[in-house]
Protein backbone atom coordinates (compact mmCIF):
# COMPACT_ATOMS: atom_id res chain seq x y z
CA UNK A 1 0.00 0.00 0.00
CA UNK A 2 2.56 2.29 0.70
CA UNK A 3 4.99 1.54 -1.91
CA UNK A 4 1.94 1.97 -4.30
CA UNK A 5 1.59 5.12 -2.84
CA UNK A 6 4.16 6.29 -3.13
CA UNK A 7 4.88 5.12 -6.84
CA UNK A 8 2.07 7.13 -7.71
CA UNK A 9 3.33 10.51 -5.51
CA UNK A 10 6.65 10.11 -7.88
CA UNK A 11 4.49 10.15 -11.10
CA UNK A 12 2.26 13.39 -9.61
CA UNK A 13 5.91 15.42 -9.27
CA UNK A 14 7.21 14.19 -12.62
CA UNK A 15 3.46 15.28 -14.16
CA UNK A 16 3.83 18.62 -12.33
CA UNK A 17 7.26 19.40 -13.68
CA UNK A 18 5.90 18.59 -17.45
CA UNK A 19 3.56 21.06 -16.68
CA UNK A 20 6.28 23.41 -15.12
CA UNK A 21 7.98 23.35 -17.92
CA UNK A 22 5.21 23.91 -20.92
CA UNK A 23 3.82 26.50 -19.51
CA UNK A 24 7.03 28.31 -18.70
CA UNK A 25 7.96 27.79 -22.21
CA UNK A 26 4.64 28.60 -23.98
CA UNK A 27 4.55 31.82 -21.78
CA UNK A 28 7.46 33.17 -22.87
CA UNK A 29 6.59 32.23 -26.48
CA UNK A 30 3.55 34.77 -26.09
CA UNK A 31 3.37 38.11 -27.49
CA UNK A 32 4.12 41.26 -25.26
CA UNK A 33 7.27 42.32 -23.58
CA UNK A 34 6.89 43.06 -19.83
CA UNK A 35 9.37 45.20 -19.30
CA UNK A 36 8.43 47.76 -22.06
CA UNK A 37 4.81 47.98 -19.96
CA UNK A 38 6.84 47.97 -16.57
CA UNK A 39 8.83 51.20 -17.83
CA UNK A 40 5.60 52.79 -19.94
CA UNK A 41 6.17 54.99 -22.99
CA UNK A 42 8.85 57.16 -21.70
CA UNK A 43 12.20 55.47 -20.97
CA UNK A 44 15.79 55.40 -21.99
CA UNK A 45 18.02 51.83 -23.80
CA UNK A 46 19.85 51.85 -20.22
CA UNK A 47 16.66 51.68 -18.67
CA UNK A 48 15.72 49.23 -20.45
CA UNK A 49 18.52 47.32 -20.22
CA UNK A 50 18.74 47.63 -16.14
CA UNK A 51 15.18 46.27 -15.79
CA UNK A 52 15.59 43.47 -18.30
CA UNK A 53 18.77 42.36 -16.17
CA UNK A 54 16.87 42.68 -13.14
CA UNK A 55 14.24 40.21 -14.23
CA UNK A 56 16.51 37.89 -15.19
CA UNK A 57 14.96 37.80 -18.77
CA UNK A 58 18.59 38.49 -20.36
CA UNK A 59 19.69 34.92 -19.11
CA UNK A 60 19.70 31.70 -21.01
CA UNK A 61 15.78 30.40 -20.69
CA UNK A 62 17.15 26.96 -19.24
CA UNK A 63 18.66 29.77 -16.93
CA UNK A 64 15.28 31.28 -16.06
CA UNK A 65 13.55 28.17 -15.79
CA UNK A 66 16.01 27.24 -12.88
CA UNK A 67 15.81 29.84 -11.22
CA UNK A 68 11.99 30.51 -11.57
CA UNK A 69 10.88 27.06 -10.52
CA UNK A 70 13.30 27.27 -7.20
CA UNK A 71 11.58 30.41 -6.30
CA UNK A 72 8.64 29.07 -6.69
CA UNK A 73 9.02 25.87 -4.70
CA UNK A 74 10.21 28.15 -1.73
CA UNK A 75 7.44 30.19 -2.07
CA UNK A 76 9.28 33.00 -4.00
CA UNK A 77 6.60 33.79 -6.62
CA UNK A 78 7.89 37.48 -7.21
CA UNK A 79 5.70 40.77 -7.49
CA UNK A 80 3.31 41.97 -9.47
CA UNK A 81 4.10 44.97 -11.62
CA UNK A 82 0.63 46.12 -11.70
CA UNK A 83 -0.73 45.34 -8.41
CA UNK A 84 2.71 46.45 -6.80
CA UNK A 85 2.11 43.10 -4.53
CA UNK A 86 3.18 39.99 -3.97
CA UNK A 87 2.17 37.37 -5.87
CA UNK A 88 2.19 34.42 -3.47
CA UNK A 89 0.01 36.56 -1.41
CA UNK A 90 -2.25 37.51 -4.40
CA UNK A 91 -2.56 34.69 -5.49
CA UNK A 92 -2.34 31.99 -2.44
CA UNK A 93 -4.60 34.56 0.51
CA UNK A 94 -6.44 36.35 -1.92
CA UNK A 95 -7.88 34.76 -4.65
CA UNK A 96 -6.73 31.01 -3.96
CA UNK A 97 -9.89 30.94 -0.76
CA UNK A 98 -12.92 32.33 -3.65
CA UNK A 99 -11.66 29.99 -6.23
CA UNK A 100 -11.60 27.46 -3.62
CA UNK A 101 -14.96 28.26 -2.26
CA UNK A 102 -16.66 28.59 -5.35
CA UNK A 103 -15.67 25.29 -6.87
CA UNK A 104 -16.64 23.46 -3.31
CA UNK A 105 -19.96 24.77 -3.43
CA UNK A 106 -20.74 23.64 -7.19
CA UNK A 107 -19.28 20.25 -6.51
CA UNK A 108 -21.00 19.98 -3.36
CA UNK A 109 -24.77 21.01 -5.61
CA UNK A 110 -23.68 19.23 -8.34
CA UNK A 111 -22.99 15.90 -6.17
CA UNK A 112 -26.40 16.48 -3.60
CA UNK A 113 -28.32 16.94 -7.11
CA UNK A 114 -27.17 14.74 -9.45
CA UNK A 115 -26.46 11.65 -7.72
CA UNK A 116 -29.70 11.10 -6.47
CA UNK A 117 -31.44 12.71 -9.90
CA UNK A 118 -29.34 9.56 -11.36
CA UNK A 119 -30.40 6.54 -8.54
CA UNK A 120 -33.92 7.28 -9.55
CA UNK A 121 -33.09 7.67 -13.45
CA UNK A 122 -31.85 4.24 -12.60
CA UNK A 123 -34.48 2.88 -10.61
CA UNK A 124 -37.16 3.66 -12.64
CA UNK A 125 -35.84 2.61 -15.98
CA UNK A 126 -37.66 3.86 -19.14
CA UNK A 127 -40.57 5.58 -17.23
CA UNK A 128 -41.22 9.08 -17.94
CA UNK A 129 -39.25 10.22 -14.74
CA UNK A 130 -36.16 8.36 -16.49
CA UNK A 131 -36.69 10.24 -19.83
CA UNK A 132 -37.32 13.53 -18.20
CA UNK A 133 -33.71 12.96 -16.06
CA UNK A 134 -32.14 12.11 -19.48
CA UNK A 135 -33.30 15.64 -20.99
CA UNK A 136 -31.97 17.41 -17.70
CA UNK A 137 -28.47 16.01 -18.03
CA UNK A 138 -28.10 16.23 -21.70
CA UNK A 139 -29.60 20.03 -21.29
CA UNK A 140 -27.27 20.78 -18.88
CA UNK A 141 -23.96 19.14 -20.42
CA UNK A 142 -24.96 21.33 -23.40
CA UNK A 143 -25.66 24.39 -22.30
CA UNK A 144 -22.78 27.05 -22.24
CA UNK A 145 -22.05 28.03 -18.63
CA UNK A 146 -20.99 31.66 -19.48
CA UNK A 147 -24.75 32.26 -21.03
CA UNK A 148 -26.62 30.66 -18.16
CA UNK A 149 -25.17 32.66 -16.01
CA UNK A 150 -25.78 35.92 -17.94
CA UNK A 151 -29.46 34.75 -18.11
CA UNK A 152 -29.53 33.76 -14.23
CA UNK A 153 -27.98 37.28 -13.68
CA UNK A 154 -30.86 38.91 -15.95
CA UNK A 155 -33.48 36.78 -14.48
CA UNK A 156 -33.05 36.40 -11.19
CA UNK A 157 -30.98 39.19 -10.04
CA UNK A 158 -31.64 42.27 -12.65
CA UNK A 159 -35.56 41.71 -12.94
CA UNK A 160 -36.85 39.84 -9.77
CA UNK A 161 -33.92 41.14 -7.29
CA UNK A 162 -33.99 37.69 -5.80
CA UNK A 163 -30.04 37.35 -5.58
CA UNK A 164 -26.57 39.55 -5.52
CA UNK A 165 -25.17 39.40 -9.18
CA UNK A 166 -21.23 40.62 -8.43
CA UNK A 167 -19.31 40.42 -5.61
CA UNK A 168 -17.82 38.02 -2.96
CA UNK A 169 -18.54 37.67 0.50
CA UNK A 170 -16.33 35.34 2.55
CA UNK A 171 -18.83 32.70 4.49
CA UNK A 172 -16.32 32.25 7.07
CA UNK A 173 -16.87 35.71 7.77
CA UNK A 174 -20.37 36.00 7.13
CA UNK A 175 -21.78 32.28 6.91
CA UNK A 176 -25.48 33.29 5.29
CA UNK A 177 -24.34 36.04 3.12
CA UNK A 178 -21.59 34.65 1.80
CA UNK A 179 -23.79 31.55 0.86
CA UNK A 180 -26.00 33.97 -0.45
CA UNK A 181 -23.93 35.58 -3.25
CA UNK A 182 -22.93 32.10 -4.14
CA UNK A 183 -25.76 31.01 -5.25
CA UNK A 184 -25.88 32.15 -9.11
CA UNK A 185 -22.35 31.17 -9.52
CA UNK A 186 -22.93 27.75 -7.95
CA UNK A 187 -26.04 27.22 -9.85
CA UNK A 188 -24.05 28.28 -13.68
CA UNK A 189 -20.72 26.13 -12.44
CA UNK A 190 -22.14 23.09 -11.58
CA UNK A 191 -25.36 22.72 -14.21
CA UNK A 192 -22.71 21.07 -16.86
CA UNK A 193 -21.24 18.60 -13.86
CA UNK A 194 -24.78 17.77 -12.36
CA UNK A 195 -25.96 16.66 -16.44
CA UNK A 196 -22.30 14.74 -16.16
CA UNK A 197 -22.67 12.63 -12.85
CA UNK A 198 -26.47 11.82 -13.59
CA UNK A 199 -25.91 10.47 -16.38
CA UNK A 200 -22.72 8.73 -15.18
CA UNK A 201 -24.50 6.97 -12.13
CA UNK A 202 -27.60 5.96 -14.22
CA UNK A 203 -25.94 3.96 -16.64
CA UNK A 204 -24.04 2.72 -13.66
CA UNK A 205 -26.37 1.70 -11.43
CA UNK A 206 -28.54 0.09 -14.50
CA UNK A 207 -25.39 -2.52 -15.16
CA UNK A 208 -25.35 -2.77 -11.09
CA UNK A 209 -28.98 -3.73 -10.87
CA UNK A 210 -29.01 -6.49 -13.45
CA UNK A 211 -26.70 -8.29 -11.08
CA UNK A 212 -27.10 -11.55 -8.89
CA UNK A 213 -26.04 -10.44 -5.69
CA UNK A 214 -28.72 -7.69 -6.24
CA UNK A 215 -31.57 -10.31 -6.81
CA UNK A 216 -30.16 -12.43 -3.95
CA UNK A 217 -31.05 -9.23 -2.08
CA UNK A 218 -34.49 -8.45 -3.16
CA UNK A 219 -35.25 -12.30 -2.13
CA UNK A 220 -34.04 -11.98 1.36
CA UNK A 221 -36.40 -9.91 1.85
CA UNK A 222 -34.76 -6.39 2.11
CA UNK A 223 -36.14 -3.05 1.89
CA UNK A 224 -35.95 -1.46 -1.60
CA UNK A 225 -34.02 1.61 -0.37
CA UNK A 226 -31.28 -0.61 1.00
CA UNK A 227 -30.73 -2.82 -1.91
CA UNK A 228 -30.73 0.55 -4.19
CA UNK A 229 -28.40 2.78 -1.56
CA UNK A 230 -26.38 0.13 0.14
CA UNK A 231 -26.08 -3.05 -2.19
CA UNK A 232 -26.04 -1.04 -5.54
CA UNK A 233 -24.74 2.61 -4.97
CA UNK A 234 -21.76 1.61 -2.99
CA UNK A 235 -20.91 -0.98 -5.98
CA UNK A 236 -20.95 2.49 -7.96
CA UNK A 237 -18.88 4.56 -5.94
CA UNK A 238 -15.65 4.25 -8.17
CA UNK A 239 -16.77 5.58 -11.66
CA UNK A 240 -18.87 8.31 -9.62
CA UNK A 241 -15.94 9.04 -7.89
CA UNK A 242 -13.21 9.04 -10.85
CA UNK A 243 -16.24 11.21 -12.85
CA UNK A 244 -16.04 13.87 -10.19
CA UNK A 245 -11.96 14.07 -10.11
CA UNK A 246 -11.48 13.70 -13.18
CA UNK A 247 -14.18 16.85 -13.72
CA UNK A 248 -12.17 18.76 -10.97
CA UNK A 249 -9.78 20.08 -14.22
CA UNK A 250 -13.40 21.29 -15.88
CA UNK A 251 -14.62 23.21 -12.97
CA UNK A 252 -11.39 24.77 -12.46
CA UNK A 253 -11.60 25.63 -15.90
CA UNK A 254 -15.39 27.05 -15.79
CA UNK A 255 -14.58 29.49 -12.28
CA UNK A 256 -12.47 31.29 -15.23
CA UNK A 257 -15.45 32.42 -17.09
CA UNK A 258 -17.96 32.32 -14.25
CA UNK A 259 -15.59 34.52 -11.27
CA UNK A 260 -15.48 36.79 -14.84
CA UNK A 261 -19.00 36.92 -15.13
CA UNK A 262 -19.81 38.09 -11.95
CA UNK A 263 -16.75 39.39 -10.79
CA UNK A 264 -15.50 37.62 -8.01
CA UNK A 265 -11.65 37.89 -7.29
CA UNK A 266 -11.28 34.33 -7.23
CA UNK A 267 -7.96 33.09 -9.34
CA UNK A 268 -10.34 32.84 -12.78
CA UNK A 269 -10.46 36.55 -12.87
CA UNK A 270 -7.13 36.91 -11.77
CA UNK A 271 -5.49 34.92 -14.41
CA UNK A 272 -7.62 36.77 -17.02
CA UNK A 273 -6.21 40.30 -16.19
CA UNK A 274 -3.02 39.03 -15.41
CA UNK A 275 -2.91 37.78 -19.17
CA UNK A 276 -4.53 41.10 -20.52
CA UNK A 277 -1.51 43.03 -18.42
CA UNK A 278 1.01 40.94 -19.66
CA UNK A 279 1.86 39.62 -15.99
CA UNK A 280 3.49 36.56 -17.03
CA UNK A 281 4.97 35.72 -13.35
CA UNK A 282 1.57 35.82 -12.41
CA UNK A 283 0.05 33.98 -15.03
CA UNK A 284 2.60 30.80 -14.26
CA UNK A 285 1.93 31.07 -10.08
CA UNK A 286 -1.87 30.43 -11.32
CA UNK A 287 -1.22 28.16 -14.04
CA UNK A 288 1.20 26.13 -11.66
CA UNK A 289 -1.61 26.82 -8.75
CA UNK A 290 -4.47 25.36 -10.67
CA UNK A 291 -2.21 22.27 -12.24
CA UNK A 292 -1.34 21.10 -8.32
CA UNK A 293 -4.76 21.14 -7.42
CA UNK A 294 -6.30 18.90 -10.18
CA UNK A 295 -3.13 16.81 -10.23
CA UNK A 296 -3.47 16.32 -6.26
CA UNK A 297 -7.40 15.84 -6.62
CA UNK A 298 -6.59 12.90 -9.08
CA UNK A 299 -3.77 11.67 -6.42
CA UNK A 300 -6.56 11.27 -4.19
CA UNK A 301 -8.55 9.62 -6.40
CA UNK A 302 -6.30 7.62 -7.57
CA UNK A 303 -5.36 6.54 -3.91
CA UNK A 304 -9.21 6.24 -2.90
CA UNK A 305 -9.90 3.20 -5.40
CA UNK A 306 -8.63 0.38 -2.40
CA UNK A 307 -11.32 1.99 0.13
CA UNK A 308 -14.29 1.97 -2.46
CA UNK A 309 -13.00 -1.80 -3.35
CA UNK A 310 -11.78 -3.87 -1.25
CA UNK A 311 -10.77 -6.21 -3.92
CA UNK A 312 -7.90 -4.15 -4.97
CA UNK A 313 -6.49 -3.88 -1.57
CA UNK A 314 -3.02 -5.74 -1.25
CA UNK A 315 -3.68 -9.25 0.86
Known amino acids: MLSRAAGKIAQTLVVLLIVSIASFSLLKLAPGDPVLLMLGSEFDQASYDSLNHALGLDQPMIVQYAEWLGNFVTGDWGTSYVARADIFNLVVREALPVTLTLTACSLGLAILVGVPVGVLSAVKKDTAWDAGAAVFALTGTAFPSFFLGILLIWFLGVKFGAFPVMGFVPPWEDFWTGL ?113 LFILVNLLVDLSYPILDPRLRPR
Open 180 to 292: YHLVLPSITLSTFFIGMIVRVTRAALVEVLDQPYITAAKARGEPGWRVVWVHGVRNIMMPVVTVIGLQLGGILQGAVLTETVFSMPGIGQMLTNAVLGREYMLVQAGVMLTAV
